[in-house]
């Protein structure tokens, strides 16, 4: 991370707040974080942002184009059908392409705009911040009544709250793992479940059973954690981010020296006074005022805290908010470095790639291999013929009968059995072919050729194979 070491050292005067977690003592035991509950212009946009996605997530596996659910992993049978197309083992090429374009655009993004994932769009904090927390808001109240009922011996109320909370943190985990199973089997087959005798579904059951305690541990247990220990994410962030990247920061020239608001402030007290809330509100336990650390997950909370502080101190908002170190430094306005100009040209040409492969995909692989341990046969005099063995990959969900043509060469295919070889939509289809070619056209004992599978007059696929002929 290029962070400009003397303006901080000349600010913070000390990094030790690097070499701890703010959410393990000394002792190496958890100290668990209260967020207090807070209100602003960035949580409003964050939420309604959140809450679509989280809208997208739970009806996505309900949403059926063309009779086929509009996003399905279904690794299980390793199909994956996305938007009415549906993609097998043999595009793993398309999902390698768009894998590296995704991670250089993750590169990119995150070099420019910061964890702007992690705080607005990442399932884990939309989970967190907009079910799980709200949830323990509404039982347990605020983080001082939660703080208070943590420390409190255990009587009654304290069991009720925390058996409800607890109890409705494993409904939602419970209805969370559904969805999520409904994206890997099938909303379909999720449907069955509950329909059906459940000794006829133990494997799913079982699904259903360990997502929902995982869901309920990282709720209840693991929490901000996620983001700042196991995250792999969150860990790339020292080599992803530099001093010109967006982030969410605490203008230290604007708010220093910090001082308590009261008539004792002096004349050189920056705009900060110290009051503490955007400490109290962050979901990770950090001071942003101790400058960019790996644990912000820029989830904006402390902008709102302070902006609303700022407002009734009568100061300008944004003390904290969205800034790169040397924008807060020098005042620079942001620009393109050539690192950022070198993944942009980068992910142009992998995103070209991809859209060329995508639209060029065919709907059908087709393998024709030389039926195993046969020669070619003369026909007649001037006719040679070859068997061939046919494997059909029907990549789209309607059933073809497919029509299989020379290409470049006289000569002509029939099918043994006399029909076009056949393929149910999502499955493969068989066949033996034979290919008679006129003997005069044959260069040596070893012809390539050409043969296209077609369906309904329209070329779907192109396959290269080898004629075996007389040595002339
Ligand atoms: S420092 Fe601010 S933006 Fe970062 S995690 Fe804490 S509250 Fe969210
Ligand atoms: S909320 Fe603002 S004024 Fe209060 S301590 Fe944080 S930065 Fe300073």
Not at 177 to 188: D, H, K, M, V
Request: hydrophobic share 40%; aromatic share 14%; proline share 3%.
């Amino acid at each position: 991370m290029e962070i400009n070491k003397n303006s901080e050292e000349h600010h913070y005067g000390h990094n030790s707040y690097r070499d701890a977690l703010t959410t393990v003592d000394d002792s190496g035991k958890r100290i668990w974080v209260f967020a207090r509950k807070f209100k602003g212009k960035w949580f409003n946009r964050r939420k309604w942002v959140g809450y679509i996605l989280f809208l997208f997530f739970i009806s996505a596996p309900f949403i059926y184009i063309d009779g086929h659910q509009m996003l399905q992993f279904d690794f299980i049978h390793r199909k994956f059908v996305m938007f009415g197309s549906v993609f097998w083992p043999a595009d793993f090429y398309l999902f390698v392409i768009g894998f590296i374009a995704f991670i250089i655009f993750i590169f990119l993004f995150t070099s420019i705009l910061g964890r702007l994932w992690c705080g607005w769009a990442c399932p884990q904090t939309i989970f967190m911040e907009l079910i799980f927390r709200r949830i323990e808001y509404w039982i347990e109240g605020d983080a001082y009544a939660q703080r208070k009922l943590d420390n409190m011996e255990w009587n009654d109320g304290k069991v009720r709250k925390r058996g409800l909370k607890y109890f409705a943190f494993f409904v939602v985990s419970f209805l969370l793992s559904n969805i999520f199973l409904a994206y890997i089997i099938g909303s379909r087959e999720l449907l069955k479940i509950t329909e059906e005798p459940l000794s006829m579904h133990i494997g799913g059951l079982s699904s259903i059973v360990i997502f929902s305690g995982v869901f309920f541990f990282v709720y209840s247990y693991m929490r901000e954690q996620v983001c700042t220990i196991i995250c792999p994410y969150g860990r790339l962030q020292s080599v992803l981010l530099d001093s010109k990247t967006l982030i969410v920061g605490y203008d230290y020239k604007r708010g220093e020296s910090r001082e308590k608001w009261g008539k004792t402030r002096s004349e050189k007290a920056g705009d900060c006074i110290d009051c503490g809330q955007c400490v109290d509100v962050c979901p990770t336990g950090i001071d942003i005022r101790n400058g960019l650390q790996m644990e912000c997950i820029h989830c904006t909370a402390c902008i709102d805290a302070c902006n609303s502080v700022m407002l009734k101190v009568n100061k300008q908002p944004d003390l904290i908010g969205y800034k790169s170190l040397d924008g807060i430094e020098t005042g620079e306005k942001f620009r393109l470095n050539t690192r950022r100009k070198l993944y942009i040209a980068l992910i142009s040409v992998l995103l070209f790639i991809l859209v060329l492969l995508l639209s060029t995909r065919s709907d059908v692989q087709a393998d024709i291999l030389r039926t195993p341990g046969l020669d070619y046969v003369m026909k007649s005099k001037d006719t040679v013929q070859n068997l061939y063995n046919v494997k059909i990959l029907n990549k789209t969900f309607k059933n073809m009968a497919v029509e299989l043509r020379l290409e470049d060469i006289p000569g002509h295919i029939t099918t043994v059995g006399g029909k076009n070889i056949s393929a149910a939509g999502e499955d493969y289809g068989e066949g033996i072919i034979s290919v008679e070619i006129p003997k005069n056209q044959l260069q040596k004992a070893d012809n390539p050729i050409r043969i296209g599978v077609y369906y309904n007059g329209k070329k779907l696929s192109n396959v290269k194979t080898t004629f075996m002929g007389p040595t002339i």
